[in-house]
């Protein structure tokens, strides 16, 4: 299966704009992006309205080969100056209808698809990959789209956004479809609810993991940051739910969803379909007792921290809601890899023991390093940092969580794009009452670590998980924790050679 390239062929511009009430030329077009950089030859240029208005770049969208253009009305921006052969048609509220302009030139790809959609503030990722990798186990075709890439595990694509845009998610669906792919199960994020990214789309059955803080940068506070989680349940119209209902925002949701839910209670504490009875923790991963009414059963992971153990949960719970049998459901998920960089586990014996993971919430980090604790290490070291040109707000906490948690911490660079490195570390410092070791080259943070732990001891690198890149000041360079963390490990005084 290759990723499907421009694909598609040539559709009728007045036939695509009808699927949304507008009125466009009677023309072919082939291809059509929201992105002037994906814009085919003779292909269809939708310059939707947001931070940067997409007429800013249609000079590249043409040099690149549009024909027509169609762009969302705006206050202050002016009707462009078409060359000679380049269509172009105003349409309102573009932004909110180019999924179904995409679901229509692609075909109605979700039509064929049994589409699955996940949100909550963590989770996500692992539920997406326990489920897709599950139905492949058990010969139902299925892929995963979300923060690690797209495509049916454990290959994935790469991707820039946990949702594409429309018109690349709509793509990416018809790709999969003409694969003989049958399960898609997508990571939704707020962002992507409240920009519309999945307008279009048909959706089976929709997922909540849980509610904390992340994206306040963008949605203001946590009223709004909800609120954006809640539209998936509500204006897209799942036709069913699966919620944990241990979360007061997910036990909220399940009692106003309209259609089926199945209730996961991820603590055990709720009334539920599923519920989560008890996780313990061993030398390969985890051992779960779930349970549906009165039955009781076990489930053997490969996955490392307790915490997994609410995702594990969610992921039979979709799985029995997609029609899977309890006994096939156990079988999968006890078959299951630990995806990349989520509590990815090196070292040990002679070695410290070391764990990338993804952690980058004071909640995720908390779970982790709250995990990490009770394995009972010599001590516990964690390696973190905070992204730049996001949520500030969430950084002193992030360092008041590993200050009180671990017992070594060094602050360092997480992806500060176009910040200053040192005062975002010294943001993480001041939660942490000014107890840690401020190293801003992360790869020396991660090797100052490793080098000064002690068998024993664990070492968390938290933050980019299976991010194969730091941005920092404009641009974007190859870094990742997992082969730092290798070579360190390699280097370690008395380490086999």
Known sequence: MSDGGALGGTADLSRLFAAVGAEAPAMRVRGLAMHSDRVVPRGLFLACAGARHGLEFLPQALRRGAVAVAWEPADGVSEPTLPDGVAGFSVPSLRRKVGLIADAYYREPSASLAVTCITGTNGKTTVAWLAAHAMNFLGRPAAAMGTLGWGPPPKLWPSAMTTPDPDELHRRL?????????HVFLEVSSQALDQDRISGLRIELAAFTKLGRDHLDYHGDSVAYGGAKRR????????????????????????NFSGAVLRVACEGVNPAELSLRRVRPNADGLRLELAEGA?????????????????????????RALGIDRDDAVRALSNCPAPPGRMEHFGGGALPDAF???????????????????RKP????????CGG???????AEMGRVAGALANELFITSDNPRGENPREIAEQILAGASGRAV???DRSRAIRAALHAARPGDIVLVAGKGHEAFQISGGRVLP???????????????GAAR
């Open 378 to 385: 010599h001590r516990l070291w964690c390696v973190m940092g």
């Open 389 to 395: 040109e996001r949520d500030a707000g969430k950084r």
């Open 232 to 255: 998936l349940f509500v204006e897209h119209r799942p036709e069913a739910a699966v919620i944990n209902v241990d979360d007061p925002f997910g036990s909220d949701l399940a009692e």
């Open 356 to 374: 990338v993971d993804y952690a980058h919430t004071p909640d995720a980090l908390g779970a982790v390093l709250g995990e990490l604790r009770a």
């Open 438 to 440: 401020l190293e801003l």
């Open 479 to 493: 870094f990742s924790d997992a082969s730092v963390v290798r070579e360190a490990l390699a280097s370690y005084p």
């Open 174 to 182: 018809r790709v999969l479809a003409d694969n003989g792919v049958e």
């Open 295 to 319: 039955t009781r059963f076990r489930v053997a992971s490969r996955l490392y921290g307790c915490f997994n153990g609410a995702n594990l949960a969610l992921a039979c719970g979709l799985l």
